[in-house]
């Protein structure tokens, strides 16, 4: 390791060479890498944002219990009661019919001079219930059984179908991880080869200087690296543009609307995209200079 710190100065220059004798094909390959980790990028992106955005709504899980409008105040509070003591419940609160229609008034805003209209009420009062999501099922059975309980409304379809999507980026995101892998690995191992060829002449001259094999090859697993690096950087500068370009949307137009904070993402994202840089361009070096090895069986 002392020999490769003590001729680092070879090596750069060698990498540099390197680059130039084929720079527009380098280009080309460091863009086209970009943008396969650009989508990459925003896969996870997405990935994440899911993530975090299930677990968001799994905290605040809540259902409404209808119950019979005949129950008298005291029936009302031992239901209360009864629904507080169950296991998995985190809060409970007893929503009357007028807290009811202002809630909905200040859902719709502008729209909530439609409930003018109506001579009556057409609210009724329900208990609000804050529970743990894991045992949904179990507190949804329990509280139906209660008696004075009509109906039970729930969010869980929406939790299973943000589920779904999440599961669904997740695939896909492993998918494109794959592809990423399959096709970075391809493109550099080709430069490397091209990059072998062009300059036999100088690798056969070192071969009979005595040179070993990792002392000839490090330069390419250097412009292999860079390539992948240089990629990674600019899916970066892309996935920072979009990405900011969709938290000033949802915070001008879906300012309730629940996302991890902007700067989690990014790293997650760069972090991510940085070692999965690292880690293709080193191996798909390594893949290219496996043609050294073999013109030396040949």
């Known amino acids: 390791m002392k020999k490769y710190f003590k001729n680092a100065g070879y090596f750069i220059k060698e990498t540099g060479r390197t680059v130039k004798t ?6 080309f390959s460091a863009l086209g890498t970009g943008l396969i980790f650009f989508l990459l990028g925003i896969v996870i992106a997405g990935w994440y944002t899911g993530e975090q955005l299930i677990t968001m709504l799994s905290n605040e899980a809540e259902i409404s219990v209808y119950f019979d409008n005949n129950l008298d105040t005291d029936q009302r509070s031992t239901l209360l009661q009864l629904i507080e003591n169950l296991h998995g419940v985190r809060e409970v609160n007893y929503i009357n019919e007028e807290s ?14 439609i409930l003018e209209l109506f001579d009556d009420n057409p609210f009724e009062a329900f208990i609000q219930v804050g529970l743990h999501l894991d045992v949904m099922d179990t507190v949804l059975d329990q ?30 995101g492993f998918l494109l991880l794959l592809a990423v ?33 990792g002392f000839i090859g490090f330069p ?3 412009v292999g690296l860079g390539l992948t690096l240089s990629g990674a950087l600019f899916a970066l500068i892309l996935c920072f543009i979009i990405i ?10 879906l300012p309730f609307f ?37 013109r030396n069986n040949a």
Request: proline share 2%; net charge neutral; glycine share 12%.
């Open 22 to 27: 084929q720079l527009l094909s380098n280009l």
């Open 100 to 113: 009811a229609k202002k809630r909905m008034k200040e859902l719709l805003k502008e729209e909530a001079e």
């Open 143 to 172: 509280i139906i059984n209660i008696d004075g309980v009509e109906y039970v409304r729930d969010n869980r379809d929406i939790l299973e179908q943000i589920k779904g999507i999440t599961d669904g980026v997740k695939i896909l």
């Open 181 to 213: 892998g399959i096709t970075t690995v391809i493109i550099i191992s080709h430069m490397i080869r091209v990059g072998i060829y062009n300059n036999r002449e100088q690798i056969n001259t070192l071969r009979l200087l005595g040179a070993p094999g």
């Open 220 to 222: 390419y697993i250097l």
């Open 244 to 253: 900011n370009g969709v938290y000033g949307g949802i915070g001008n137009y």
């Open 258 to 294: 629940p996302v991890p904070a902007k700067g989690e993402v990014l790293s997650n994202v760069g972090i991510i995209i940085i070692l999965a840089s690292i880690v293709l361009g080193v191996f798909g070096s390594l893949i290219g200079l496996l043609s050294i090895r073999e």
